[in-house]
């Protein structure tokens, strides 16, 4: 049984930095592709970066330049470094990969 287990977030004033993780287990399959969502209250959850093996990685444009995905391929962890946060960054981050999705963890980005 695949699971994908996310840790990280929390609360952080305007400008501040937070670092999100998460990890799969119960799968020896090599990583193809995976990416960081998150979702506001009352929004659709929306892509805010991805990675895969075939080209760079992708980034919304309202995290250009502030986020960076990373991943470690032997641990098969996957990370994703906010920095220069904003309130609009609020909301609640999912990791997928390997065809699952984390549980989500709050993000919460104060004036």
């Known amino acids: 049984q695949v699971e994908v287990v996310q840790s990280g977030g929390g609360s952080v004033q305007s400008g501040g930095s937070l670092s999100l993780s998460c990890k799969a287990t119960?799968?020896?399959?090599?990583?193809?592709?995976g990416g960081w969502y998150r979702q506001a209250p009352g929004e659709e959850r929306e892509v805010v970066a991805s990675?895969?093996?075939?080209?760079?990685?992708y980034y919304a444009g309202s995290v250009k330049g502030r986020f960076t995905i990373s991943r470690d391929e032997a641990k098969k962890e996957m990370y994703l470094q906010m920095n220069s946060l904003k309130p609009e960054d609020t909301g609640v981050y999912f990791c997928?990969?390997?065809?699952?999705w984390s549980q989500g963890t709050q993000v919460t980005v104060s004036s």
């Open positions: 990675a895969n093996d075939f080209s760079g990685p």
């Open positions: 997928y990969m390997h065809h699952y």
């Open positions: 119960g799968t020896d399959s090599s990583f193809r592709s």
